[in-house]
């Protein structure tokens, strides 16, 4: 290679964008390393796509070499006998399908863990098996995708210019990959930094050479790579501000705990039956959207539980391990904090049974805390890891793990009835559902909470009845229906911001959120139990 750029010099350096071509489909390789094993890839690769592309340069190298006079334009078509041109053609073509096929799940993957953290507006992601969570379908994207490949096909009509954008942005992911890949070795392997140096140096510095010869073909399709990614890049950036601003502002704006206890029958204020769910992004005190729901509609429900669905930075999150469950407020008052952990490759369940799982974490919790209150037993941080959420709340702790006998603190009885969600209203999206569903049975869960009977035992009378009588609001509650109480946010920039925060926010953000899936389509809430609170961010 040094004596090809030695004599070529200028060319040869120019012509290291068409070799970079070469190596183009590793990551289509690396995509599907999400989706498939790295022993299978490392057979597939050894046995099959390496000696393939060693024939195939090997036949291009000798024709090139008997032929190198000829003034035609070389290809690897002409390279290629005429009778084998049709099925190396059908076999290119197949091949071309496979690779958008793999980039096409990468993208999938990647759209998702970046909506899971925040970072991408919300798009309706398709689980399309029971068993792999990584197979995913996202529509929007997917149609996205087939107009851009349409538009570029139509806009170019010439494959020099598509190879110049594929080797550049294919050498731009290399390049930033090695830049991140050095990080890791700081940060994530704990190596000395010189050995992130000695890395970025030496990979850096042969990849910033073909990095350099790919910018030279900007002008000749190269572009197009770059403005997708500044496109990509400031949707990314715009919905990431925004809701890290709406965080900030509820943050600053959220109401004590001490309003929450005063209000009462004095003030107005009635307690209707049924649980009130109310989602928020806070992990402590009183969401302001929550106070302007009671200011214009003075009354919630008899049990209230603040939802707090978090999506952290694994992959997974156990079961066990998922609900972090605290009081609001004393016992009486029946209001109750739950935090929902999710991995960023988690499935969320669909609205019933996340109903009948919350409901069952707030027994557990509930017989839990009462135990724990009165010293019944001793419960090991292992089985509820507690952490101070607020001096004026109680701690939350880990339900999931928490046992107390072999009987369990709710019992689930089944019922063949029509099929309802929450309030009692049907499940129906059309006329034609109705029908459907008349003759048709639908197995409906029900939860009916009983203390242990032998814990009695080790408790007074009087802890007895109270945690009775808890449990028993919590299940006739959950029988009288469940409501969501989500926001519906407004963002507008503050007066006197920048021109360019006032088009992010006000237009930027606001027009992705309109044009996204909802709150409430994320989390799978029926419209019949759904109830939005409007708000205006100030930011």
């Avoid at 709406?246 to 004590?256: C, G, I, P, R």
């Avoid at 079961?319 to 029946?334: F, I």
């Avoid at 299940?475 to 006197?496: D, L, M, N, P, R």
Wanted: proline share 5%; charged share 15%.
């Amino acid at each position: 290679m040094f004596k090809f750029l030695k004599k070529t010099k200028k060319g040869g350096w120019m012509s290291l964008g068409g070799i970079l071509l070469c190596i183009t489909g590793s990551e289509a390789m690396f995509a599907d390393l999400g989706h498939f094993s790295y022993a299978a890839i490392q057979i597939a690769f050894t046995f099959l796509v390496y000696p393939a592309l060693i024939l195939a340069y090997m036949g291009q190298t000798a024709y090139l070499s008997q032929h190198h006079d000829n003034t035609n334009h070389i290809g690897f078509y002409i390279s290629v006998p005429e009778k084998l041109r049709i099925p190396v053609l059908i076999i290119a073509i197949l091949a071309s399908v496979v690779g958008s096929q793999a980039i096409i799940s990468g993208t999938f993957s990647i759209i998702n863990q970046s909506q899971s953290l925040g970072c991408f507006p919300r798009v309706k992601v398709v689980h399309t098996s029971d068993k792999i969570h990584g197979q995913i379908y996202i529509p929007e994207i997917n149609w996205m995708l087939m107009i851009l490949c349409v538009a570029v096909t139509i806009g170019f009509r010439d494959t020099k210019h598509m190879g110049n954008a594929s080797g550049l942005a294919v050498m731009t992911v290399m390049l930033v990959t090695t830049c991140l890949t050095s990080l890791v070795i700081i940060l994530c392997w704990h190596k000395p930094p010189i050995v992130a140096l000695s890395f970025l140096l030496f990979f850096g510095s042969v990849e910033l050479l073909y990095f350099s010869a790919s910018l030279t073909k900007f002008t000749e399709g190269a572009w197009l790579p770059m403005l997708l990614a500044l496109i990509l890049m400031t949707i990314m950036f715009i919905w990431h501000y925004a809701t890290i601003k709406k965080y900030e502002f509820d943050l600053h704006n959220k109401v004590s705990l001490e309003w929450l206890l005063a209000l009462g029958s004095s003030l107005g204020i009635a307690r209707v039956p049924g649980i009130g769910l109310v989602f928020t992004d806070l992990t402590s005190g009183i969401p302001a959207n929550f106070s302007r729901f009671v200011t214009n509609l003075p009354a919630f429900h008899r049990v209230l539980v603040f939802v707090c669905i978090k999506s952290v930075p694994v992959p997974y999150v156990p079961p066990a391990e998922r609900y972090l469950v605290g009081r609001v407020g004393p016992p009486a008052h029946r209001s109750y904090r739950c935090i929902v952990r999710y991995g960023y490759r988690d499935v969320h369940q669909d609205v019933d049974s996340f109903e009948t799982e919350l409901a069952a974490r707030l027994a557990d919790f509930i017989n839990y805390d009462w135990h724990r209150a009165h010293g019944t037993y001793s419960f090991p941080e292992d089985n509820a890891s507690l952490s101070n959420e607020s001096s004026t709340e109680c701690r939350l702790a880990v339900i999931g793990t928490v046992s107390f006998s072999s009987i369990p603190p709710y019992e689930v009885e089944e019922s063949v009835q029509p099929a309802s969600v929450s309030g009692g209203f049907p499940t129906v999206d059309s006329v034609t559902d109705v029908i459907e569903m008349e003759p048709v049975g639908v197995v409906e869960r029900r939860v009916r909470f009983a203390t242990d009977d032998e814990s009695v035992t080790h408790s007074s009378a009087d802890m007895d009845f109270q945690m009775q009588g808890e449990l028993e609001d919590l299940s006739t509650a959950q029988q009288a229906g469940t409501a969501f109480i989500i926001g519906h946010s407004h963002v507008q920039a503050k007066q006197g911001s920048s021109v360019l925060k006032r088009l992010a926010l006000n237009f930027g953000y606001n027009f992705l959120r309109r044009n996204c899936r909802g709150p409430d389509v994320a989390l799978k809430v029926p419209p019949v139990s759904l109830l939005e609170v409007g708000m205006v961010y100030i930011v």
